[in-house]
């Protein structure tokens, strides 16, 4: 369904990545894994349509999307939960999940059920949807994000670290989600800092360093691998 | 060196461009006129005018560079606020400065120096001649006076026509300050409206843009009572912002009249103006700046040189006999005070029409 | 001398219709490292916030080593040694790291060569030399995180309160970090606070534990303690997590 | 002073004395003008980069202190006989004080600076919109005052009678001197802690930085720059009036700092340079144009026009201005080093 | 008794004009967070659009409508010109840039029009008057306030009931995350432009209506205003603005009618005095707006 070839990407006169390719087939779980500036937030960045790389093509379902904006691949069913815990802080929370659902607002149904569903799962959210966003705790906003990417029902869903700043609880709770996900079809590319509970998950991985790909292969075979400290360094 | 320059720092944006881009553009046929005849003291005379944007900073900056590129006359702008740095860079570098229609007192040999004039009447005249248009012509008693506190011009028009009107025996009901650019005349208005006794005249001194607004707004709560200023007036934007159906009853002392009644010499020039300029002129401050250049011609010639000394006192001592009328000057001990008549007009039906020359009787001291 | 601690003394807080804490109070003694845990929007943070003084509690007081300074400004408690991070970074952007660190130098009162001093010695403490002159805008995530510690550090703290600390670093980079915090408590005698949801590296740094859910304090006490109370693995950890961690 | 703040401070003098020596021996007293007003308006920018560039906050009022600099040393300089006819409603125990100009530039900065210092405590508070907007009010405020407080401005009208006092010397010698302080100022203690507050309030308040009591010292420092820039202005322009220090004025001092770099000094000081030198050529040009009359009518407001899109275009080229974040100095020491 | 009306509505009617004024600028100023110094010049332009208009055989309604879709068009081109570019980079740069694209709009008259005032043509209803309560009132004033309530309506309705005030404020705070949603944020940015044209071109009906005559610089005062109104009130909400602009219509109209002529000259002074006295009471203004969601 995705595949990225020989990208490269930067951010004026950095390079955050020099040469990533992969693959992922419809309905994958893939994770991402490597050091602090690996450049796998970058890479992500790239799929969404923000980062437009300098190198290299991107194809979704086998069209070339490197050009398009992210208005556009949003209508495409790419969704993105990006690292930086971007709430609309002057928005409520009813508001910003509304906005998540942009794209497909005049399916009423379809958002008030999805809208249900994220308050099931968050129910934390619930309570809140008359408080700005700004205004929540930092967990709180993180599950506010996730919850809005969620809003669009997307087909190809992108996690930056989506367990940042969230209570063990959650972070269970979320990679439930993650997995029931999957089953329903969603294609989904992770990154998390925590490797152990992603790899478990997932069905394959990569390992990027310092903007290449270190090493791929499915979650079990990098998570047998004994070297993978050395691999994330590079 | 086979020219003669003229340097000028009139205003083409701005509050005073209405009143300096005219006299630009009958300076300018008046040296192409003098040129055509052959030029002044065998030289050809080339007018060099940098915009002075209305503002008396670069007025004063842009004398300098006039200056530095040799001018050896000096245009400068109306008004003393505005003319006034012009004529003292010109006083500087020792040679003549004419503003082409200040009118304010201020703008006399004692406070600009002995090489400096005005072309137009000063305000005590302007004044008194509105003053006694009104008082004895027209028998109006009592006035209601505005004054727009933004220049030396304004401030002092109303200042000498209220002495004037006083003197003669009218009495002023209410004094009342504006502000030019303030754009909202609804508390003078107001204050107008309450005056338990109408007023025979009002007599408002300000300029376009802001006067349009303030006579829309008498005229608009239909308040008819006449209404007098003076030179500022002469604008055709003001009689085209009044239009037929608020332009009416305006009565104000202006330099001259566009037409062979105030001098015939008038239509010559109007020609010349067409031909170089493709319109016919619409509004007298075309005239001054012709007759400013004559004016300096003349003194040139009669002095023989463009020396500073030598053409001021060939202008105390001389009569000239300008579009704008007769026009003499007091010495520089008196302050270069101007003697000459002035031009009355009537606006009706947003169209003006010259009622004559007029001269005060007796003007108070400046 | 007596009663060395920072103290809140059953605080409320009220923000428009929600109690974010209700009757909470909290001790942190000098050298000692103090965890503060619970669920996500529990008030650990606004707990933070009145110490520091950014909130201003409804009733409850705030003590520092016996004295009330419930009145006073965050700049003022600075003064007397309460220094925080932020949960999300809070570096001076266009300052560079040094210059960053040796602000809070200078507005604890420090001289400026003084401040210099200070400025090297952190430096090296946190490994942070070779971004001496970068702006603090080119910093990565682990490195900001390591910055801002090492400039509330510069105020030469008495308490020291931290919110999440570790959060976005990857296991290698919480570890190094908390090998320069746990020796700073006898060093230094300072007293910390850590918020953070890395139950391994709370468990391993924190002297002490106070749980707190929906405002209230549910369970304080020793670290083994704490985290075995029913209440906090229900709120909190999840029943599998104790589970594993017990594994591991 | 360290060796980069040295170098910056070396590049500053240096076009300001090359200039200065051009003009006064080239011959053109245009240019001697054009140069004196370029060292004035570079003392004024420098003023507003202190408050400005290490506050972050933008100030409108900046050019109401120049004009308080400018209105108090005129009063104390204008002739005794000249002043009847000047202030015709001074107030009487004004009326016979008379001081050479020197002493009375210093009474305008002094001046300037008080008022700043009795005003602007209570403002600093305020951040962001809330900010420029009572910055932009005081400056309305002050204009109004100095339009309508005949007694001692002459109302709207023009002041006159100022004798000529400025020399290029004295601009060139002040602007140096403003640039000198700026740089120290900067990298002062205050300076720092500013820079601080300007990244982040909050953070530097949780660590004791007193936030008001920062940005008035900047604000103050900032107003005895423009009032000692009002008061050189004034002596050398001789004639002005209250319009001089209003809305236009404030946005070519804006305009000049914004485009050098408001963050740096070397950036204010090259923003005075870059635009004094475009809108003279400019001018220069449009009057060639005017007067060798290649279009059939007068170009008027080409410069601005002109001039306009240049700003656009350098601002979004470099949103932070030609010289950015770091000082000439430490730029190009890195430069030195890397060969 | 007339005294009483007459200051009623003068208050009213420059109430509505100031609301209006402040309310193309909180969209721009209060939602996107733009400072936009060319606000002005869209009355500018749709003041010479009327004048250049003039001489055509048009209906006046007609003539009006083309100056209101200028207007538009400038608010539009201000946003590509100004505005896109340098946009979310620095608040001075976006400030400096608009007052350059004012500048390039003001000289562009002067260089192309004229620098004098040019009289517009206006529809003889606006200078008709009606006697209310025994004092003679300008029709023009009623209209005013008749047309602010229109255009609050359609405001509210579009700011209210429609996505857009939301994903504008969206698309002003996270740019890039509101694309991430499929925001067309540039579209949306842009449409608010169009919004504030809308409004500025309406304004300058009624604000030409009481001067007649259009010069290059007329856009100053209705900016002032506007954003006086806008900061007093709240800029962070439309019903801010409009009390903003209400406020500043009574406490400008209270002093022209009560201050004796000497203090009248300081009326700004006071005006003014008073906008930092509500500022350091209340910074965020009288109005709060939605709760803003800042915090530690
Ligand atoms: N906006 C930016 N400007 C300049 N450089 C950037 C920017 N964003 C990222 N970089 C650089 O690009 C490189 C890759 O960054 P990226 O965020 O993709 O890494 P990452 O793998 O997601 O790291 P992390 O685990 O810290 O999130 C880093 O070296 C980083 O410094
Ligand atoms: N300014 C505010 N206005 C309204 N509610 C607020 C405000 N600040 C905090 N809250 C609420 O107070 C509660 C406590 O928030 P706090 O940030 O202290 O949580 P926390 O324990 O730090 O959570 P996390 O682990 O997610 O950071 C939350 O429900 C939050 O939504
Ligand atoms: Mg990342
Ligand atoms: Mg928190």
Redesign the pocket.
């Known amino acids: 369904m995705l595949e990225i070839e020989g990208i490269e ?1 930067r ?2 006169a ?4 020099r040469d990533v390719s992969l693959r992922m087939e419809q309905g994958e779980l893939v994770t ?1 894994l ?12 790239s799929i969404a349509g923000v980062l437009k790389p300098a190198r290299g093509t991107i194809r979704l379902d086998g069209q070339d999307i490197s050009g398009l904006s992210p208005e556009q691949l949003v209508r495409r069913g790419v969704a993105m939960v990006p ?1 930086t815990r971007d709430v609309f802080p002057d928005l409520t929370v009813e508001e910003n999940l509304q906005l998540g659902a942009f794209c497909r607002r005049r399916d009423t149904r379809g958002v008030a059920a999805s809208r249900e569903r994220m308050f099931d799962l968050f129910p934390l959210l619930a309570e809140r949807t008359r408080q700005p966003a700004g205004t929540l705790s930092g967990g709180q906003q993180q599950q506010l994000v996730i919850a809005r990417a969620m809003m669009s029902d997307p087909r190809l869903l992108l996690l ?2 989506p367990s940042l700043g969230l209570a063990p609880v959650i972070v269970d709770r979320i990679f439930e989600m993650i997995v029931e996900l999957r089953q329903s079809g969603v294609t989904i590319l992770l ?1 998390e ?1 925590n490797a152990t509970k992603a790899l478990k998950i997932s069905d394959r991985s990569y390992v ?1 360093s310092l ?1 290449r790909v270190a090493a791929s292969g499915t979650s079990d075979d990098i998570a047998a691998r004994s070297d993978l400290k050395s691999i994330y360094l590079g | 060196e086979d020219e003669i320059i003229i340097g000028g720092a009139l205003s083409l944006t701005g509050v005073q461009a209405p009143l300096d881009e005219a006299g630009l553009k009958g300076a300018e046929v008046a040296v192409k006129a003098l040129n055509d005849q052959g030029g002044l003291l065998g030289k050809k005379i080339k007018l060099i005018n940098i915009d002075g944007k209305s503002d008396p900073v670069t007025v004063g900056n842009n004398a300098i560079n006039v200056i530095d590129q040799g001018a050896e006359l000096v245009i400068a702008p109306c008004d003393f606020d505005f003319g006034g740095p012009a004529s003292r860079e010109a006083q500087n570098a020792n040679i003549v400065g004419i503003s082409t229609c200040a009118s304010d007192p201020l703008y006399s040999s004692w406070s600009l120096g002995d090489k400096q004039f005005t072309l137009s009447m000063w305000n005590t005249a302007m004044g008194a001649t509105a003053a006694e248009y009104a008082f004895k012509e027209r028998g109006w008693k009592s006035a209601y006076v505005v004054t727009d506190q933004f220049i030396a011009y304004t401030k002092s028009l109303s200042k000498y026509f209220t002495q004037h009107f006083k003197d003669l025996g009218g009495e002023v009901v209410l004094e009342d300050a504006y502000t030019q650019g303030a754009q909202d005349f609804s508390a003078q208005l107001a204050r107008l409206q309450a005056l338990p006794e109408k007023p025979d005249v009002i007599f408002i001194s300000s300029y376009m843009p802001d006067l349009g607004t303030i006579i829309r707004a008498i005229r608009e709560v239909g308040i008819t009572t006449p209404i007098m200023g003076g030179d500022s007036y002469d604008d055709p934007s003001l009689f085209e912002a009044l239009g037929e159906r608020f332009g009416n009853e305006i009565y104000f002392v202006g330099h001259t009249w566009m037409g062979a009644e105030a001098h015939p010499d008038m239509g010559k020039f109007i020609e010349l103006y067409k031909a170089q300029h493709g319109s016919e002129p619409d509004t007298s401050f075309v005239a001054t700046g012709w007759d400013t250049v004559m004016l300096m011609a003349q003194a040139v010639k009669i002095a023989g040189s463009t020396d500073g000394a030598a053409v001021a006192k060939a202008l105390e001592e001389n009569e000239f006999d300008l579009l704008t009328g007769k026009l003499s000057y007091s010495n520089a001990e008196l302050g270069h005070q101007p003697n000459k008549s002035a031009a009355l007009i009537g606006i009706s039906g947003g169209k003006p029409s010259f009622l004559g020359w007029r001269r005060a009787e007796s003007q108070p001291a400046p | 001398m007596v009663n060395q601690s920072l103290k809140a003394n059953s605080v409320t807080v009220e923000f428009v219709g929600l109690r974010a804490l209700d009757n909470v109070s909290l001790t942190l003694n000098r050298r000692e490292i103090l965890g503060l845990i619970g669920p996500n929007g529990s008030g650990k943070t606004t707990l933070i916030n009145v110490l520091t003084g950014q909130v201003k509690p409804v009733s409850g007081t705030v003590t520092c080593d016996g004295e009330d300074i419930s009145a006073l400004l965050p700049r003022e408690r600075a003064l007397r040694g309460i220094l925080r991070s932020f949960q999300t970074v809070r570096l001076f952007s266009n300052l560079t790291v040094e210059e960053n660190i040796e602000v809070a130098a200078i507005a604890k009162g420090s001289s400026r060569r003084a401040a210099g001093r200070i400025v090297d010695r952190l430096l090296e403490e946190f490994s942070l030399g070779a971004y001496r002159a970068e702006l603090a805008s ?5 490195d900001e995180r390591r910055v801002e510690i090492a400039r509330a550090l510069a105020a030469e703290p008495k308490y020291l309160l931290l919110d999440e600390p570790a959060a ?1 670093m ?1 296991e290698d980079e919480s570890a190094t970090l908390m090998q320069v915090l746990a020796r700073l408590p006898q060093e230094r005698d300072l007293g910390i606070i850590i918020i953070d949801h890395d139950m391994p590296l709370i468990m391993r740094l924190c002297h002490r534990l106070q749980a707190i859910a929906q405002g209230k304090t549910i369970g304080e006490g020793g670290v083994d303690e704490v985290r075995r109370l029913p209440a906090v693995i229900e709120a909190y950890l999840g029943a599998d997590a104790v589970e594993s961690e017990d594994h591991a | 002073m360290n060796n980069s703040k040295l170098i910056t401070f070396v590049a500053i003098v240096i076009p300001v004395l090359a200039v200065m020596l051009a003009a006064r021996f080239l011959g053109f007293p245009v240019f001697e003008r054009i140069a004196t007003l370029l060292f004035i308006n570079m003392i004024l920018v420098l003023g507003l980069q202190a408050f400005m560039g290490n506050s972050g906050i933008l100030s409108f009022a900046h050019i109401a202190f120049m004009g308080i600099g400018a209105y108090t040393s005129s009063l104390f300089t204008i002739p005794l006989q000249m002043r009847g006819m000047v202030l015709p409603d001074l107030y009487p125990v004004l009326k016979p004080i008379l001081l050479s100009p020197y002493a009375a530039i210093a009474v305008g900065a002094v001046a300037a600076m008080l008022v700043a210092a009795l005003v602007a405590y209570p403002l600093m508070r305020l951040s962001d919109a809330a900010a420029v907007i009572t910055s932009f009010a005081l400056l309305v405020v002050m204009h109004t005052i100095m339009v309508n407080w005949s007694e001692v401005t002459n109302g709207p009208r023009t002041l006159f009678g100022v004798p000529k006092a400025t020399t290029i010397y004295l601009a060139a010698g002040g602007a140096i001197l403003a640039a000198l302080v700026a740089l120290y100022f900067k990298e002062s203690r205050t300076g720092l802690l500013l820079r601080a507050v300007r990244d982040d309030e909050i953070a530097a308040g949780a660590m004791g930085a007193n936030l008001s009591l920062l940005r008035w010292k900047g604000f103050v420092l900032s107003a005895l720059f423009a009032g000692f820039a009002g008061g050189l202005w004034a002596h050398f322009i001789t004639s002005y009036q209250p319009s001089a220090f209003y809305l236009k004025e404030t946005f070519v001092i804006l305009g000049m700092l914004v485009i050098g770099g408001a963050g740096t000094v070397s950036g204010a000081v090259l923003g005075t340079f870059v635009v004094t030198f475009a809108f003279e050529a400019l001018r220069a040009t449009e009057n060639a144009l005017n007067s060798s009359s290649v279009f059939p009518w007068q170009l008027v407001g080409l410069t601005e026009i002109v001039l306009a899109l240049a700003m656009i275009a350098v601002l979004v080229l470099r949103p932070g201005g030609l010289i950015e974040a770091e000082e000439f100095g430490a730029t190009w020491r890195k430069w030195r080093r890397r060969g | 008794m007339a005294v009483y009306v007459q200051f009623l509505i003068d208050v009213l009617s420059l109430g509505s004009l100031y609301a209006l004024m402040a309310l193309g600028l909180v969209i721009v100023y209060g939602i996107l967070k733009l400072v936009n110094f060319a606000y002005g010049e869209l009355i500018m332009v749709a003041g010479y659009s009327l004048f250049l208009l003039g001489g055509t055989p048009l209906p006046w309604l007609v003539m009006a409508a083309i100056a209101v879709l200028m207007a538009i068009g400038a608010g539009i081109a201000t946003e590509y010109a100004a505005f896109r570019p340098v946009r979310s980079k620095s608040v001075t740069a976006v400030l400096i840039t608009s007052f350059a694209f004012s500048t390039l709009l003001q000289n562009a008259a002067l260089l192309f029009i004229s620098p004098r005032a040019r009289t517009v043509p206006l529809p003889d209803i606006f200078s008709d008057t009606v006697v209310l309560g025994g004092a003679t009132i300008p029709l023009r004033n009623i209209l005013t306030i008749v047309a602010a309530a229109i255009m609050l309506a359609i405001f509210s309705f579009i700011m209210k009931k429609t996505v857009l005030g939301l994903a504008m404020r969206a698309a002003a705070t996270k740019f890039t995350m509101a694309r991430m949603l499929g925001i067309p944020a540039n579209l949306v940015i842009t449409s608010a432009f169009a919004l504030s044209g809308l409004l500025a071109g309406v304004v300058s009906l009624f604000w030409l209506g009481r001067i007649g005559s259009v010069v290059p610089g007329i856009g100053l005062e209705p900016l002032l205003v506007a954003f006086i109104a806008t900061v007093i009130g709240g800029m962070r909400s439309l019903q801010g603005a409009v009390v903003g602009g209400f406020l500043l219509a009574l406490i400008v109209t209270t002093f022209n009618y009560s201050l004796p002529p000497e203090l009248l000259k300081f009326r700004d002074a006071f005006t003014f005095s008073l906008v930092i006295l509500i500022l350091l009471w209340r910074p965020d203004g009288l109005i709060k707006g939605p709760a803003t969601g800042q915090r530690t």
Do not use: M
């Not at chain 1, 950095?14 to 990545?17: D, G, N, S, Y």
């Not at chain 1, 490597?34 to 960045?45: E, I, P, Q, R, V």
């Not at chain 3, 080119?138 to 682990?142: A, D, F, Q, T």
């Open positions: 990407l951010y004026g950095v390079k955050a990545v991402l490597g050091a602090n500036g690996a450049g796998k937030s970058s890479t992500l960045k690292e930056d670290e990154v800092q990027l903007g | 080119s910093l990565n995530y682990g976005g990857n």
